[in-house]
């Protein structure tokens, strides 16, 4: 038998008060008993004290006028009663007993039979089990909270990976509320085609996923890079989508950094030591040209010159893509220098036919700006949109937004696209597609957004089009 440490209540509901007195007998005669015993003999009355939380146990008479025990039993549902309820009755039913356990009584006893060996049997496993439910409910509240706050994407899928259950964190990283990813399957979010099949085939098989990354589509059609979690549980599967996105940005903007700075030093080197001998070929080539006067000669010492004069004028323009960007940064508005940059291109959209969509916010977005070479680095973007599309089928969007303090600038074409090997090599000094390109306007571009403290993000598929979204911090907004 168990000892109470504290005096526990009970309430006895009972509209008779001979069988109160009764049923508290054999509750005192309980050895080790300490029990505070109190009397209740109106149905309402007792249904307030189990919206109090008054007791820890409630032993409720099945006949109660015209309500019954069954009647409190639905009744305390109602309220959230946690506490154990014992129902008493005055003879036995089958029916009644099973209606009392379906409705969460804990126990079903029968006046008659009664004695303080029953009565502390039923009152110790009452609870004690209730305090096992409590503390069960309590954890299971806590690792809900867990779930639920979680900023990480905690999911639950059938074993054909259909979402089953999944935490609010959902809705903030892919867009989805949780009726609609409760519609969905887990690889209907997967963008790359060959990262779907293996998932298909991967985790129905039995087999756990650990810390995989792969590229999600949320519900706005933009891309976000996570690592994938999953391991079998039972007849599900279950796991963690963690979102790596800001980092695989901080990541590749540290690694164009680094390249910038490496090709930089690897320029400066090499304009060093070409320009040494250069500079001897341009003088030994003067001097020759004052000093002979065969026109056969001076047509030959003109050529050297002449390529002379552009080696060198290549490595004064490699020289200033690879050095950062002198600008002088005032406040500016940055629809008035997109409004610039659509003035400066207008006539080649005009040429090639192409339609243009420009879309602003409401307000005013003022960026700190060196605003004429902005012009020119927004302005190599734009052309190379035109030219990268057909004449009459292109359409060129530049669309501005405000997220987070933050000035989303897209610059979209649906023209050729660039393969994805390509893409990686956009921004390197001499890299180019065009035919009488030198490979620099990029890479020039990519410096003087750099000194603007402003990101810039590559996509692009093939035959369908290329996305350029160009990030800058917000000094202000006005609607004036």
């Known amino acids: 038998m ?49 919206m109090a939380g008054d007791y820890q146990l409630y032993l409720v008479d099945y006949r109660m006028g015209v309500k019954s025990g069954v009647d409190f039993l639905k009744d305390a549902q109602k309220y959230n009663c946690e506490e154990p309820i014992i129902l008493l009755t005055g003879k036995g039913n089958y029916a009644v007993d ?32 209730t305090a096992s439910l409590k503390a069960l409910k309590a954890n299971e509240r806590k690792y809900r909270s867990i779930f639920e706050n979680s900023k990480d994407i905690v999911f639950l899928t059938d074993l054909e990976m259909n979402f089953k259950d999944v935490n609010n964190a959902v809705e903030p990283l892919l867009g989805y509320t949780k009726e609609e990813i409760l519609k969905l399957n887990l690889s209907d979010l997967i963008e790359q085609a060959q990262h779907k099949k293996f998932l298909q085939q991967y985790l129905p098989s039995g087999k756990e996923l650990n810390d995989w990354e792969v590229v999600l589509n949320t519900k706005n059609h933009e891309k976000k890079s996570c690592v994938l979690t999953a391991t079998h549980e039972g007849g599900y599967l279950q ?74 004028g290549l490595i004064s323009e490699l020289l200033d ?86 000035a989303i600038l897209s610059i979209h074409d649906n023209g050729c696209g660039i393969s994805e090997e390509n893409v990686a090599r956009l921004f390197e000094p001499f890299y180019t597609q065009k035919r009488n390109g030198m490979g620099l306007g990029l890479a020039f571009t990519l410096n003087i957004l ?31």
């Open 2 to 50: 168990s000892a109470h440490k504290h005096t526990e209540r009970i309430l006895i509901v009972d509209d008779d008060y001979d069988d109160f007195i009764i049923t508290g007998e054999y509750i005192k005669h309980i050895p080790g008993a300490s029990y505070k015993i109190d009397w209740c003999n109106q149905y309402n009355e007792a249904l307030l004290h189990v």
């Open 98 to 129: 099973l209606e009392a356990m379906q409705l969460g009584a804990v126990d079903y006893l029968i006046k008659t039979d009664l004695s303080v060996e029953k009565m502390e049997r039923s009152i110790r496993y009452a609870l004690e089990r």
């Open 239 to 312: 796991g963690i989508i963690h979102d790596i996105t800001h980092l695989k940005k901080a990541e590749k903007a540290t690694l164009q950094a680094e390249k910038l700075a490496a090709t930089g030093r690897l320029v400066r080197t090499l304009a060093h030591e070409v320009r040494n001998p250069l500079n001897n070929i341009t003088l030994s080539v003067e001097q020759l040209q004052q000093e002979l006067k065969d026109e056969n000669s001076l047509l030959y010492l003109d050529i050297v010159y002449r390529n002379s004069q552009r080696i060198n």
């Open 321 to 406: 893509t690879s050095k950062p960007s002198e600008i002088t940064l005032y406040e500016h508005i940055l629809q008035a220098i997109l409004d610039d940059v659509i003035a400066s291109a207008v006539d080649r959209l005009t040429l090639k036919r192409i339609k243009l969509h420009v879309s602003y916010p409401d307000d005013r977005v003022i960026i700190k700006a060196d605003r004429e070479k902005l012009k020119i680095a927004l302005l190599n973007l734009v052309i190379n949109a035109i030219e990268a599309m057909e004449e009459y089928k292109g359409v060129l969007s530049i669309l501005l937004h405000i997220v987070n303090e933050e």
């Open 450 to 480: 750099q000194s603007h403290k402003a990101g810039i993000e590559v996509t692009s598929t093939e035959n369908k089009g290329t996305t350029f979204i160009i990030t800058f911090p917000i000094i202000s907004t006005s609607n004036e």
